[in-house]
């Protein structure tokens, strides 16, 4: 049965994500740079009774990133669903970052998502159907944190590309923008979050979102 596939599988919203889907009945593969990261994640979707891959992989190396797909996609069969969640997040001001640094960021918080879903939505493209969401946020750029608000502006644009590219195929390709810092119990629970990415996974064509913003209210 085919499944989905999480990249960026750590504590917060990708593991909370991994398990909406496995609730769903849906086999799981979960992605991160940390062996540790991704099996205690796969660990948690077993224990609730779901069906988990760990697979370690680093966004900026194509080549792995692309082999973690492929073995999510021999174990599970061609996904149904891929959330790329990966992100460096880190408070940084202008001028402050060197160009290697700005360069590193932007390969994990928009380049990673650009080479995955190359390699997966045109899978879902042929077969008609498929879903690939990426985690957004900043809606407003922040000076404190500009590698990241450069780098969700970004995934806002990148997210519009694949959608013309690939939308009218049959591929729901949306965004979920996080409007404030993430944590368990609060406004921003990642739990709550994760509710989003089911609901625009199940979404009827007719009515589909191209990014839903949690604002916390």
Known sequence: MAGAVVIGAG???GRSVALRFARERLPV??????AATVEAVAADIERAGGRALALTADVTDEAGLRAALDAAASAFGPPEAVVYNAAV??????????????????????VGAV???????PGMAGRGHGTYIVTGGMPEPDPRYVSLSLGKAGVRALVGLLDAEYGPSGVHVATVTVDGPVATGTAFDPDDIAEHYWRLHVQPRDAWQREIVHTGR
Not at 29 to 34: E, I, P
Not at 115 to 121: F, I, K, L, R, W
């Open 11 to 13: 504590p917060g919203i």
């Open 29 to 34: 593969a979960v992605v991160a740079r940390s």
């Open 89 to 110: 997040i880190r408070p940084d001001a202008p001028g402050e970052l060197s160009v290697r640094e700005h360069q590193a960021a932007w390969a994990v918080n928009v």
């Open 115 to 121: 080479n995955a879903a190359a390699h997966v939505a």
